[in-house]
Structures are given as structure tokens and as C-alpha cells.
């Protein structure tokens, strides 16, 4: 086992929550250049994650004081330290819900295992790391991305799995719903799937680009339009009860669609039964 000089005996890092809006499949045989398009934007909820190293033969991971298995953040902490670690994860947001809360575990707790241990890897790495992890496992494609650079932002063209382009829109409330999970696994493994999923996203990446083309500064009911087309045309807005939830946002005189993975629902106005975050600019970070 390598030796590290642990700088601590505890360290925490946070990782904003990412929606996304739209999507693209950026297939490729190597996970550190498959990656996704799309839209969407972080929010100021998150995943805390602290760490320490454990006495014990394997990483035990606990996600708001209940102990689970997590395959992504297991295997970024191993590509970083083949040592066991003792990782709490705490957040507001839930899994499996569209939140990107994978991407955000695993990156948070990269970041705070590398405070803990100074292996020398950079903050980018650690992304990438977090990332590749995500690919591995089914659980993400661009969430990573989001949660390193922070704010709104889209991607309309394939390049790196870390860069994307910043839209211009002032921090705001955000109201969410979250009714159940879509695995994310079941959707990235579905060739089927894929094809429809790109192809909607095709039509609304060209939309998005155009407007990017004129301005940087966006009017967020405009993105969440985009958004809802393509929720809509790919056939993943199938959920009765987020229809009818997006339905009443709007019809209230809000921007609303639905949070790409989960049958969970965004809108800049209150609606029935919702939970209030704020977009936000903020980017992970050690604690």
C-alpha cells in the first residue's frame, strides 16, 4: 500500500447540485473523451462530502448518515489512492433525482481526499478523474463539468469533457419537485434510446447555438423553452404528474421544464409541494 502523509484527520469538500435541461450522447470507446452536450446550470445546494482515512480493508461511503453502496465515488477515490477511506456525504437534494449528485459526490470527495493527502494532482485532474468514474459507471456525462466551472452554461460542440461555454444569467430562485428516480444507467445503456435522445437534442442544440451566435446573455425562459421541446420530443417527459407540475409553473407565468435525469421538475415560480434553491455561480471547492 502507498504511504501518504495524511495533512489532517478530517477534511470536507462541497459540490454544487447541477440541473440539466438538455442533452447530447457523445459516445466514444475511451471515458475521458465521452462526454455530453447540452444545457443547464448549478445550483447553490450541493453534496458535502467529508473524509478520513479509515482503518479498515475497503471505503465504506454514507450518504446523509445511511450507508450505501456507491460505486462512482469508490472507484474516483481509488484511481487517486489505492487506501480505504470513510466517506460522509450530506446534502438537500436526493439521488437519482437529476441533480447530477453522482458527479458531485465523486468530485467532492476527490477534492477533499486530496486536501487531506497532497498527492499533487490539480484540480482539473481531479475533475477528470470524478468524470471518468461517472462514464465507467452509467451514472453521468456532463454533471462533472458543470460542477467544476460553475453557473450557466451550455455545450454545443464536442471537445473536452471539461469546458463549456458560460451564458450570461443573473443568480435567481429556483423551485423543484422531485416524484421519482430515472436511472441514469438504464438510459446511457439504451441504443434505442440514444438515437431518439440525439436526435431531439440536435434540433434544440441548434436553437441554443443560434442564440449564442447573437448574445452571451440569454433570457432564462428561453433556455427552459428550448428545454422543454426537447424534454418533449425525445419522449422522456412521460411522467403524468411532472406534465401536469410544469403545466401549472407555467400557467402561473413561469420558465419550467424537466430535470434531465429524473422525473423532477424546475421552475422559476413557486408551484404544489415545491422545494426552493437558487442558481447560482458557484463551482466545487474545499471546505
Known amino acids: 500500500m502507498t504511504s501518504f502523509r495524511v495533512s489532517r484527520e478530517t477534511t470536507s469538500a462541497f459540490a454544487p447540485g447541477n440541473?440539466?435541461?438538455?442533452?447530447?450522447?457523445?459516445?466514444?470507446?475511451?471515458?475521458?473523451?465521452?462526454?455530453?452536450?447540452?444545457?443547464?446550470?448549478?445550483?447553490?445546494?450541493g453534496v458535502t462530502a467529508t473524509l478520513s482515512v479509515a482503518d479498515a480493508e475497503s471505503t465504506t461511503v454514507r450518504f446523509n448518515d445511511t450507508r450505501i453502496d456507491f460505486p462512482t465515488v469508490v472507484e474516483a477515490l481509488s484511481g487517486l489512492a489505492n487506501i480505504p477511506f470513510n466517506v460522509d456525504l450530506q446534502s438537500t437534494l436526493p439521488l437519482s433525482s437529476g441533480f447530477g449528485l453522482s458527479g458531485a459526490s465523486a468530485y467532492a470527495s476527490l477534492l477533499a481526499a486530496e486536501s487531506l493527502l497532497r498527492t499533487g494532482h490539480t484540480r482539473s485532474e481531479l475533475a477528470m478523474?470524478?468524470?471518468?468514474?461517472?462514464?465507467?459507471?452509467?451514472?453521468?456525462?456532463?454533471?462533472?463539468?458543470?460542477?467544476?466551472?460553475?453557473?450557466?452554461?451550455?455545450?454545443?460542440?464536442?471537445?473536452?469533457?471539461?469546458?463549456?461555454?458560460?451564458i450570461d444569467v443573473n443568480p435567481q430562485p429556483i423551485y423543484w419537485r422531485y416524484f421519482s428516480p430515472i436511472r441514469t444507467s438504464e438510459v446511457l445503456a439504451n441504443k434505442m434510446r440514444h438515437k431518439l435522445i440525439n436526435e431531439s437534442a440536435d434540433v434544440?442544440?441548434?436553437?441554443?447555438?443560434?442564440?449564442?451566435?447573437?448574445?452571451?446573455?440569454?433570457?432564462?425562459?428561453?433556455?427552459?423553452?428550448?428545454?422543454?421541446?426537447?424534454?418533449?420530443?425525445?419522449?422522456?417527459?412521460?411522467?403524468?404528474?411532472?406534465?401536469?407540475?410544469?403545466?401549472?409553473?407555467?400557467?402561473?407565468?413561469?420558465?419550467?421544464?424537466?430535470?434531465?435525469?429524473?422525473?423532477?421538475?424546475?421552475?422559476?415560480?413557486p408551484f404544489e409541494k415545491c422545494n426552493k434553491t437558487m442558481l447560482s455561480q458557484i463551482s466545487a471547492h474545499v471546505i
Open 19 to 45: 440541473i440539466s435541461g438538455l442533452f447530447k450522447i457523445i459516445s466514444h470507446p475511451d471515458p475521458g473523451r465521452m462526454h455530453s452536450l447540452g444545457w443547464g446550470f448549478t445550483v447553490s445546494d
Open 129 to 166: 478523474m470524478a468524470h471518468v468514474a461517472e462514464v465507467r459507471n452509467l451514472t453521468g456525462l456532463g454533471d462533472v463539468c458543470s460542477q467544476h466551472i460553475g453557473g450557466c452554461l451550455a455545450k454545443v460542440r464536442p471537445g473536452s469533457p471539461l469546458n463549456a461555454d458560460r
Open 204 to 269: 434544440s442544440l441548434e436553437t441554443l447555438a443560434g442564440m449564442m451566435r447573437k448574445s452571451r446573455q440569454i433570457r432564462f425562459s428561453l433556455l427552459a423553452d428550448i428545454a422543454l421541446g426537447f424534454a418533449t420530443s425525445s419522449g422522456l417527459l412521460a411522467d403524468p404528474s411532472v406534465k401536469e407540475c410544469i403545466s401549472e409553473a407555467r400557467a402561473a407565468g413561469g420558465s419550467a421544464s424537466m430535470i434531465m435525469l429524473g422525473n423532477s421538475v424546475f421552475s422559476t415560480t
